[in-house]
């Protein structure tokens, strides 16, 4: 029996605190994951490009799961979906901190892009389900709980790490919290029936197809913050080195600052001009970190980038929920598909653009491509 067959909304204190601790285990993994590289990098005796090989697996792993995700969202409902995703996610990381084969490592880690894309796909899919029982939007602040996950993550492993544990010990006490999450978030979450749909994997159409191209442009965004913000501001002399990742860092915490009180900006301003006035605001930001010769310019511009950026894709993943050209789950996963693609090829795309003009020329190019979402707003709330 469906929720609203029940009587009962979707959004209720016990499903909304369900979907908030999927956001958080899935950051939250991942935040620990970031800290273990180099240990497993030292571990399997990889170079840098064999290194490169193998984080790809992670991104490559979560892209094939996501159709497939989507596809089992429709059918068995997104309850099953994202706890099947976290727990395989939860008990299979501890791996990561033993395993000293590199084939071995390879696998385990497309297997938990695997489990990490499923994951994905079903607390978004539950998410849209709980914000349409809504009077209000509450994308932002799920996706809040990804952030704050990443930076408790990240800071959780550094600091175990740091006092001697191992990375064994590290990986599987992250896991255990994250393991922890899902299991009190089981019972929770929505045991909504599933959707008619295709047992094909279906390719974005209508206007799921524009909502998938802004996610991935706007994915690109950030992982070029991730992967070329800090060559970015040291190429041009603004800073050493050492100092080189305070852009990111400061993109970061504006974006979480951005999403935890985004959910009520959304609401006052609607999904249009959200993605109106964050475009613009991203662009601006984008320009700034691209031509200013000044540190404190530079750094607003990574601050706007983090805030201009914090709420398009949390309002693109509600629209593509509610449209009515493919069912929700599918449409969710053909984004969250697109989007993830975007991350996987931006960078390596920037490279290249760089490689032939200059990272400058590169960032500037985003921007570019970054107009698509304030031009293109109207068309996907045309029914919002």
Known sequence: MSVEAAGLSADRPETRLATRLAFFAAGFVLGCWSPLIPYVKQRLGLDDAGLGLLLLGLGAGSVAAMPLAGIACTHFGTRKVTVAGGLGLALLFPAVGFVGSLWTMGAVVILIGIFLGMLEVG???????????????????????????????????????????????????????????????????????????????????????????????????????????????????LVGIAMGGFGYMLFSVAMTVGRIFGDRFVAAVGSR?????????????????????HIAISAIGFVAIGLGASNIVPVLFSLAGTQKDMPSGQAVAAVATTGYGGILLGPAAIGFVANATSLQTAFLALALLMCLVPLLAVRVTRNT
């Open 123 to 237: 607390m978004n899919s539950h998410a849209v389900e709980v914000e349409r029982g809504s009077p209000g939007p509450l994308m932002s602040g799920f996706h809040a709980l990804f952030s704050i996950g990443g930076f408790a993550g990240a800071g959780g492993a550094t600091v175990l790490l740091s006092s001697g544990a191992s990375p064994g010990l590290t990986a599987s006490a992250c896991a255990l919290l994250a393991l922890a999450a899902i299991l009190v978030a089981w019972p929770m979450l929505l045991k909504a029936e599933p959707e008619a749909g295709s047992n094909a994997i279906v390719f974005p159409r209508g206007v799921v197809l524009v909502i998938a191209l802004l996610t991935a442009t706007t994915f690109l965004v950030e992982g070029a913050i991730l992967d070329w913000g800090a060559l970015l501001v040291t190429e041009q002399g």
């Open 273 to 293: 001009r959200c993605l109106i006035w964050g475009g613009g605001v991203t662009i601006g930001g984008i320009l700034l970190v691209t031509l200013t010769p």
